[in-house]
């Protein structure tokens, strides 16, 4: 069964950062690319970009910059490390590798 653990979430100032996870199980993740997903309440989900199985990445236009994805594949976990976070920041975060369920999703709010 595949499955999307996150975490790292929480609550941080305008202008601060977080650096979430995305544990991933039940396929061969060192052969699949990761995407990384928000969705603010009342939103559509927003795809943030992709890390390829080697590590590439491509970024949305609304987190160049600010975003960065990387990988370990001993460890079957994506990282999106956030800085510079605003209001509009604020969503939950998800990761997804296969067309299926997702995660739970890693809550981020961003308020003074």
């Known amino acids: 069964q595949v499955r999307y653990v996150e975490s790292g979430g929480g609550l941080v100032q305008p202008g601060g950062s977080l650096n979430l996870s995305c544990v991933a199980s039940g396929f061969a993740f060192s052969y699949y690319g990761v995407q990384w997903f928000r969705q603010a309440p009342g939103k559509n989900r927003e795809l943030l970009g992709l890390?390829?199985?080697?590590?590439?990445?491509t970024y949305a236009d609304t987190t160049k910059g600010r975003f960065t994805m990387s990988r370990d594949n001993a460890k079957n976990t994506v990282y999106l490390q956030m800085t510079d976070l605003g209001p509009e920041d604020t969503a939950r975060y998800y990761c997804?590798?296969?067309?299926?369920?997702w995660g739970q999703g890693t809550q981020v709010t961003v308020s003074s």
């Open positions: 997804k590798a296969l067309p299926g369920d």
């Open positions: 890390i390829t199985h080697d590590s590439r990445t």
